[in-house]
Structure formats: C-alpha cells, structure tokens
C-alpha cells in the first residue's frame, strides 16, 4: 500500500466526505479508492489482449442483416 499526503481544496474534501457517507465507508481512502476506479473505469481505454482482437476481427467478417426497427426485427425473427 502506497500513502501519500496530497494538497486538496475544502469543496474537494467536501465531495470526498459525500461520497464516504454515501457508501458507507469507514474513512477517505476507501472513497478515493472507489473514485479512482470510477475514473478508470470512465476515461481509461481498457488493455485488449491480442488474442482477443483477432477474435473480434473475425467476428465482424461475418454476415449482418440490419433492421431499422424493433418491429422488423420481431417480424424477421417470427
């Protein structure tokens, strides 16, 4: 575990404490923690392993048929 001492502003700390009480945790870590995840999960590209962007490759060779609306779809399908 890695600690740091960071320089934040009081509405920073404030939304911080908002969303400790939200989830109920027991102190800021957890939250930044979460927040953190949040962000990557939000802004961050995921890393692909290359394996799978062949699988994908393949996948998109296939043929499509497109539909305009839920109700082509529904008669397509009946």
Same mark, same amino acid.
């Given at each position: ?8 502003? +009081?509405? %920073?700390? /404030?939304?911080?404490? @908002?969303? &400790?009480?939200?989830?109920?945790? $027991?102190? !800021? ?15 961050? +590209?995921? %890393?692909? /392993?290359?394996?799978? @962007?062949? &699988?994908?490759?393949?996948?998109? $060779?296939? !043929? ?15």
């Amino acid at each position: 575990m890695v600690q740091s001492i960071i320089n934040i502003t +009081e509405h %920073e700390d /404030r939304i911080i404490n @908002i969303v &400790k009480a939200q989830f109920g945790f $027991k102190n !800021k870590s957890q939250a930044i923690s979460l927040i953190t995840k949040k962000y990557e999960e939000t802004f961050l +590209e995921p %890393e692909v /392993r290359p394996e799978y @962007i062949e &699988k994908l490759k393949k996948t998109r $060779k296939g !043929k499509y048929t497109q539909f305009h609306s839920i109700d082509e779809l529904r008669k397509a399908t009946s």
